[in-house]
Every structure is written in structure tokens, then in C-alpha cells.
């Protein structure tokens, strides 16, 4: 058989997968799978370098799927490489299978969890970020992208990364099969709208008929040879393709075929052809970067300091420590002070200028290959990239968060800079943790150990200078707090976290002069929160008030308020937060006005204290 008709046999196979799997779940893709087929045999075939016995191999090529609603595709191609059965593929979208209705790392061979649309690309920014200047291995990206998710502005900044920065070991292959979900795509079979598009933005591109293999497999040659820029290959496909009932007909999207045994049929039939995919050169280790001695900066107690100032010097002092930690930043480095680690560590530090979505999804892209990225912005801006972040937690994704100029307490710049709702945001990712620590020693103490934590940490930190409560030899748990003040005595608790534990404190000199002593808790992990400590300072004075610099809806109120959802008796508990739109102000001016400072702190503990005196009077 000659290598045209093989290749056509087996993007034919792919198609009959696709519908099969399809059809035995009930549901599916298999229309958006069939208009793929082509580019992904004659890529297993001919061009794709990877082990599937081994992964994470540091050599293999990586393939990102960014219509992952093609998981039939996918599934089929992977059976056709030998890495899962025929009964398994059959096994799509069941209770209890790897092969799930959008792909997920699940699977050994799957990266990162792709669905949400758009992502793919700035994924594989990241990954041929690390390739081209972490690793420095010879590996290829490979996305595939459909022509629906081209309308995302998370692909535009990923053209532009990509095309600015010389990645020319990305590819990206663009099927252009002209229908959408509901309808034609914007452009339809207009191959030059895109090509102007990538072409502009320094991007090689490459038109093709995609259902032609022998210019398939001219284009990725095409692409293999262009080393100093990344390639957009551009293939009209037809959606469908093969099967004359859904062929380039409207309707069809995300449902199984009707009849999928006469599509079968009129595909040829049920294949079992096998692909030996090329494994990488041997012989390639990735770049290391040198390593040291952890010495993180110590503060003295009762000097000051910003926490996002602690951020910077410490994760700088990381980089120092440990090769593998890289710093991606929003044009934002000299306020979050991730411009100290740029200085230090350039080979590490990574631009991403006004993009948080490229910034977050390049940091995907980079841990997948084992790097340790903290990706540093204003935690107002990671609003942006929050479907990003959800992703990365379907991915398993091991990254760090670094949001500053948190709260109210920002001052004069105004609500559309202050995070506000970030750790309600955050809170809500599956299996992320939030820190939000007070002063410089509990910063640097958390930005390391949230090196050591696998998963989604966001660390949240201040502009203003603040006073350094605890010694540099204190130790910070992700899971813990601290009591700064606390006695026998203690009348009532105020639970706080960043600015509001000062402002807890100055209400406990005010209320020790009254005769109320007062309890202060350091809840710096926010999620998990250290509930053992609530429920004892619950016990123990009766009365709980939460003072936070966030809006109150799933801030640092509502964690508290989760510890004691199913606990009696119940401690009474009064949430202080930031409840109306803030405008701009000094932050003296911004905590009265929110009446989150140590007067409306002590003024909050003074009713509760009274209120419950009078009624047992």
C-alpha cells in the first residue's frame, strides 16, 4: 500500500472510531472529530515524536488538543498508537472510564484539560516557552484548534506572544471546517482572513486542502524547517467529513450520528490499523539551572515593610535556592516587586506584558514540564484569567498565584484597582490554597512554602508598608494561623487577615483600656483555614468578629462561618467587611469608610460585649 493510501486508510479509521465511541456513549463529537482526522494521522504518522510507554519523557513532543470537544478524535488516535483498547475507546464518556467527554490528565498522555475554548494556544505558548528556554530541548507543541474558538481573545494574545518571541517550535494547526455550534463560524472558508490574522502577528502560515495528506505532510515539513518563527497551518476541512448525512450540514454539532452504522459503512468499515509513532532522539537531558542554599530575608520586628516587597526578595531568594522556580509577569513587576527576581534570575523571568490570560495559561504550559511558575499581577487583574485558573484546576496544575494591591487599603487608585473579590474567587477553585499573611516574615515563611505545595496557591499581598509582627525564626504552615494577642481573659476574638490584623490589634489596645481583652486571630490561610484554633477561641470567649479588607460574600467571613456551619452551640459571630463601593480616598480614609479599622473593629466588639451583658441583666 502506498504511504497516500495509508494514510488516507488510516485517517478513515479515525473517523469510524470517532463515530463509534460517539454512538456507544449517547453523545459526543464526532462530526467536529471527523473534519480533524487527516491532520491527525498524517501527524502520528509522519511527524509527532513521542513514547507513549513513557509520558514524561523530557524528549517527547507535546499535543494539545484545544477543541477538546474532538475528545473522539483524540481517543481514536490513541488507539490507533497502541495506548488504549478497543473496548476502552468504547468506554467514552461512561461512569468510571479515563476517556471523558472533554479530555482531562486522567489519561497518562494528556497534558492539560482542555473544553474550555481558546486555551489550547496559550497553553502551548507556555510549553514552547519552556522547551525553547528552560529546558532547551528540541521538542515540538502542537496544537490543534478549531475555527470557532478563533473569535477568543486568549488566542490573539497568544499569537501575538508566540509570533513576538520567536517560538518557533510551536505549531499550530488550525481546522477551519467552516460550522460552529450553532451555525458558520465568522469567516467561514475564508482561509485568507485567517492567514492575515497569524501572518501579522510574525507568524509563518500555510493553507492547505486538510483532507489532502501529501500537503498535510508537506506543511509539517514546512513547519519542522522554521526555526526562527511559529507556524499557522491553516487547512479547510469540511465538518463531517466522510459521512454524506452530516457532511458540512448545519445541525449536526455535539450529537452522535443517526445512523452511525450506514456512516460506517460509507467510511469503509471498522479498521484496527496500528501507527508506530517515532520516539524522540535519545540522548537529551533538559537545561538545569544552578541551585543553592535557601536564604530567605529576614525583617526586624517592629520595622516596616510591604508584603509584596517580602514577595519579591523572597521569591528572589527562591531562585536562588532552586532552579526550577520561573516568575511570569503582567507589566506589573515593579508594583507586585517580581521585578527582583527579573533582576536576579533573567533566564527565569518571563514578560507577559497586559495579558493575564497568556500569563496564566504559559504558567500551565510551563509546569507540565515541571517548572515551578509564580505568576505575579494586581489580584484585581486575575479576574481576567479566572477561567484559566478553573482550568488549571482540571488540569491538576501545579502553579502559584501572587495577587498584590489587595483591598480597600490601596488608597487614592480607586476601586477598579483594588481585589476585592479575589478570595472568594480563589476559594471557589477545587483544591486551590489562599494565604493572605500580615507582615514581611510570614510573606517570605509562605512564598517558599508554597513552592513546596503541589497545586493552585494564590498568595495575596499589600502595597502599604506595614509593621513586622512576628521574628524571622517564626515558622507559617499553609493551614495554620497565628495569635498575636491572646489571654485567659479574652472577652471575644477578632479574626483577620493582611491589614485588618493591625487594625485588630490597635482595637485590642483601645478595648484593654476599657476592660475588655481581646483575642486576635492571624488567619493568614484563609483556605484551608486553621479551624481548630476558631473552634478553640470559639469555646473560649463566645464571641467571634470577622474584620476583612474584601467584599463580604465568600472572603475570609464565610471560611470562618464554614467552620461552625455544623457545630453546636455556635459562637455569636458578626462579619466586618468592605459592603459599599469604595471611591477614591487615602487608606486611613478607605478602612473608616468600609469601617473595617480599629475604631469600627472595637466598636463591633464593644456591642456584641454590651448587647449580651444587658440581656442577662
Not at 493510501?5 to 459526543?28: H, I, K, M, N
Not at 489580584?379 to 477561567?387: E, I, K, L, Q, T
Not at 485558573?389 to 501545579?398: K, L, Y
Request: charged share 20%.
Amino acid at each position: 500500500m502506498s504511504q497516500g493510501a495509508w494514510l488516507y486508510e488510516l485517517g478513515q479509521q479515525l473517523r469510524v472510531d470517532a463515530v463509534r465511541a460517539a454512538d456507544a456513549a449517547g453523545s459526543g463529537h464526532p462530526t467536529s472529530s471527523m473534519s480533524a482526522a487527516d491532520l491527525m494521522a498524517v501527524l502520528a504518522a509522519r511527524h509527532l515524536r513521542y513514547d507513549f510507554d513513557d509520558p514524561h519523557s523530557p524528549e517527547n513532543d507535546h499535543l494539545v488538543f484545544s477543541k477538546g470537544h474532538a475528545s473522539p478524535l483524540l481517543y481514536a488516535l490513541y488507539k490507533a498508537c497502541g495506548a488504549v483498547s478497543d473496548t476502552e475507546l468504547l468506554s467514552y464518556r461512561r461512569r468510571g472510564s479515563r476517556l471523558e467527554g472533554h479530555p482531562t490528565p486522567r489519561l497518562p498522555w494528556v497534558e492539560v484539560a482542555t473544553g474550555s475554548l481558546g486555551q489550547g494556544l496559550p497553553v502551548g505558548v507556555g510549553m514552547a516557552l519552556a522547551g525553547m528556554h528552560l529546558d532547551r530541548l528540541p521538542y515540538r507543541v502542537w496544537v490543534l484548534c478549531g475555527d470557532s474558538e478563533l473569535t477568543e481573545g486568549s488566542v490573539w494574545e497568544a499569537m501575538e506572544y508566540a509570533g513576538d518571541s520567536g517560538l518557533g517550535n510551536l505549531t499550530a494547526i488550525l481546522d477551519i471546517n467552516r460550522l460552529g455550534q450553532r451555525g458558520p463560524t465568522r469567516h467561514g472558508w475564508d482561509l485568507d482572513a485567517y492567514q492575515r490574522r497569524a501572518a501579522a502577528f510574525g507568524w509563518n502560515t500555510i493553507e492547505i486542502d486538510g483532507h489532502d495528506t501529501a500537503a498535510i505532510d508537506d506543511a509539517y515539513a514546512q513547519a519542522e524547517a522554521s526555526p526562527e518563527r511559529p507556524t499557522a497551518i491553516i487547512a479547510r476541512t469540511v465538518k463531517g467529513a466522510g459521512a454524506s448525512a452530516v457532511a458540512n450540514q448545519e445541525g449536526a454539532h455535539g450529537k452522535p450520528l443517526s445512523d452511525a452504522e450506514a456512516a460506517i459503512a460509507e467510511l469503509g468499515g471498522v479498521r484496527d490499523n496500528r501507527v508506530t509513532v517515532t520516539r524522540p532522539e535519545a540522548g537529551h537531558q533538559p537545561h538545569s539551572f544552578p541551585e543553592g542554599r535557601l536564604e530567605l530575608p529576614s525583617y526586624d520586628t517592629g520595622s516596616q515593610t510591604a508584603t509584596r516587597s517580602a514577595f519579591g526578595e523572597a521569591v528572589t531568594a527562591l531562585g536562588h535556592a532552586r532552579g526550577d522556580v520561573v516568575v511570569l509577569d503582567g507589566e506589573v513587576a515593579d508594583s507586585t516587586r517580581a521585578q527582583y527576581f527579573a533582576k536576579a534570575h533573567p533566564e527565569r523571568f518571563f514578560e507577559c506584558y497586559i495579558a493575564e490570560q497568556q500569563m496564566v495559561a504559559a504558567a500551565v504550559g510551563m509546569q507540565v514540564r515541571g517548572w515551578v511558575p509564580y505568576a505575579a499581577t494586581f489580584a484585581a487583574f486575575f479576574s481576567r484569567a479566572y477561567d484559566f485558573i478553573r482550568m488549571a484546576a482540571i488540569s491538576r496544575a501545579n502553579i502559584k498565584l501572587v495577587g498584590s494591591h489587595a483591598g480597600v487599603a490601596i488608597g487614592q487608585d480607586g476601586p477598579s484597582q483594588m481585589g476585592l473579590e479575589d478570595i472568594a474567587a480563589l476559594r471557589a477553585v477545587h483544591g486551590s490554597v489562599v494565604l493572605h499573611p500580615c507582615d514581611g516574615n510570614s510573606t517570605a515563611r509562605l512564598t517558599a512554602a508554597m513552592a513546596d505545595h503541589h497545586g493552585i496557591t494564590y498568595l495575596r499581598t499589600m502595597r502599604a508598608d506595614t509593621p513586622v509582627l512576628y521574628g524571622p525564626d517564626e515558622t507559617f504552615e499553609i493551614g495554620g494561623s497565628k495569635l498575636p494577642r491572646s489571654s485567659d481573659a479574652d472577652q471575644a476574638t477578632v479574626v483577620s487577615a493582611g491589614t485588618t490584623v493591625h487594625e485588630a490589634l490597635r482595637a485590642a489596645d483601645i478595648l484593654e483600656r476599657e476592660g475588655i481583652p481581646l483575642r486576635v486571630v492571624d488567619a493568614y490561610s484563609i483556605k484551608p483555614v486553621d479551624a481548630a484554633t476558631l473552634r478553640r477561641a470559639a469555646a473560649d470567649t463566645g464571641r467571634i468578629v470577622v474584620a476583612e479588607d474584601h467584599w463580604p460574600e465568600g472572603g475570609l467571613g464565610d471560611a470562618v462561618l464554614d467552620v461552625f456551619a455544623d457545630t453546636r452551640p455556635s459562637p455569636r459571630l458578626m462579619k466586618l467587611a468592605v459592603s459599599s463601593m469604595p471611591a477614591s480616598a487615602t487608606p486611613d480614609e478607605q478602612l473608616a469608610e468600609a469601617r473595617i479599622d480599629a475604631e469600627s473593629i472595637a466598636e463591633a466588639v464593644r456591642a456584641m460585649v454590651r448587647q449580651e451583658e444587658g440581656a442577662s441583666v
